[in-house]
């Protein structure tokens, strides 16, 4: 694991409970972690974050989609699969959410 961030997106708090990243290209960063999972159980961990995430690929309805995003991890680009809001729960953004200026989750203003 180390840390790693991505250019072009806003980070949303849903209620305290988790984040929420959407891609904009006119966004600042988002910072987080990188994983770096072995070859042999890629496919079995990324099934178990999909069902963790509540992603069911090529179908509709999910509250989060899985993209590929080139990320910055310490002055070294590295491709990596994130889970991004889906366009579906797009609307709750400035209803429902509020953004995290910092774009860092452990940086976000609580209650």
Do not use: C, K
Request: no cysteine.
């Amino acid at each position: 694991m180390r840390p790693a961030s991505l250019a072009g997106a806003h980070m949303w708090d849903n209620r305290g409970s988790y984040p929420m990243v959407v891609l904009d290209p006119s966004a600042g960063d988002v910072t987080g972690e990188l994983f770096e999972i072995d070859e042999t159980i890629f496919a079995e961990v990324l099934a178990g974050l999909d069902h963790l995430e509540g992603h069911v690929p090529e179908e509709d309805g999910n509250l989060y989609e899985r993209v590929i995003v080139e990320v910055d991890t310490a002055g070294a680009a590295v491709e990596a699969w994130i889970y991004v809001m889906a366009r579906s729960e797009m609307p709750r953004l400035d209803r429902e959410l509020s953004r995290i200026a910092s774009g860092d989750w452990f940086d976000r203003p609580t209650p």
